[in-house]
């Protein structure tokens, strides 16, 4: 069979030239080990869009519909320098709420894990950084599972002993985790994180690109410190200057994120800040080019 | 404003934005003549347009064109 990178970028080609342009940009900064990886990922994720009756080219349509979406929020955001949503109820009603628009969108989202560059590195350094923590996690906590990528490679990294729950506000996330992950080790809540509260204390929290979707995030990151055990840790990513349907906060800068970092009484054990284009920190300020952020947390001993 | 002037102040700004000072722009240059004209920077140069010129494209208008030519015919639409 014909690898699915290659069918893909030609489709993505076909359908959309301009947005096939930019995408081909990213291909030089990709590692060695990238074509294996986003290959066999594709082969697994083809054979659960075949049990769901779909094909590959669902999911680039679901993809392609994404980016016109992020595409008109550029639009918006370059003109007005705001987010076009800034409320939870609207995001929920807009998106969250909405079967048909979660469906593409966490299509599209899990296909730009592995065709967009700076998606595709953080998922690495979470790979590459979280076997560091294996003996220390007996319960891990995924918030804002959505596709469910990031909780199917902590399944593999863990011991088979961890405990694995996740949390999601959205029922479609919630049922393509399960269908994406197939495993009956994982204990799902579909739930606003909010509300969550099972008095249980974790020893790693995953919070990938949730902070910005919410209208507090200072008090996002305080209510995981109560979740995290004394010596647990936090995982979590977060976007810069990155228009979407359900994003409402905006963070201008790393350095507003680092902010609400110490505020929330968090230390940084190590960070990434990854521009999702090739371009030198002048012109990606200038053109407000979107950073993804990425750091693990260790609750800080002074507060 | 004639189209010769708004061509070339089009062009000043795509040498901003796409940060590259040899793109000599014409009516029927298309974004598979710039390399550097993809996706994401059309957005930045809709956006650059709009504030150079003080007007607001519709989303369909910024779809629809499919060279320099048309893009300046828009222009030249909404500044007398
Ligand atoms: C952009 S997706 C991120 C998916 C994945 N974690 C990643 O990093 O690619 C955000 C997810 O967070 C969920 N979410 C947003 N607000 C939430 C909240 N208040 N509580 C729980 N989940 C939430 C959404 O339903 C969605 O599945």
Redesign the interface.
Known sequence: MEQPLNYIYQKIETL????S??LK?NIAFFDERYYEQANSFFARYINILHHDHKTLDYSIDCYLRM?ADV??E??EF??TGKYTSSTFAEVNQRVYARPETMEYYMHGLIMSQFLWKHHYQMLQYFTDTLPQYIKATKSYLEVGVGHGLYLSKALEILNDNTTLTAVDISETSITLAKNFIKDSRINYNLKDIFEFNNRKKYDFITLGEVLEHVEDPLKLLQKLKTLLSDEGILFFTTPTNAPAIDHIYLFNTVGEIQDIIKAAGFEIETERSLLS?E?SPE?AAK?KIAILYGAFLKKSKAS | MDKSEILKTVNDIFID?L?DDTIVLTYETT??DVEE????????L??AI?KQFRIRFT?QE?QSWNNVGELVNSISNRVH
């Open positions: 959309s030239p301009m947005h342009k930019k940009k980016i595409n008109s550029t639009v370059l003109r284009e371009v012109r053109l | 934005v940060d974004a598979n004209w993809d996706s994401l920077n059309h957005i930045q809709v956006v709009e989303s910024i």
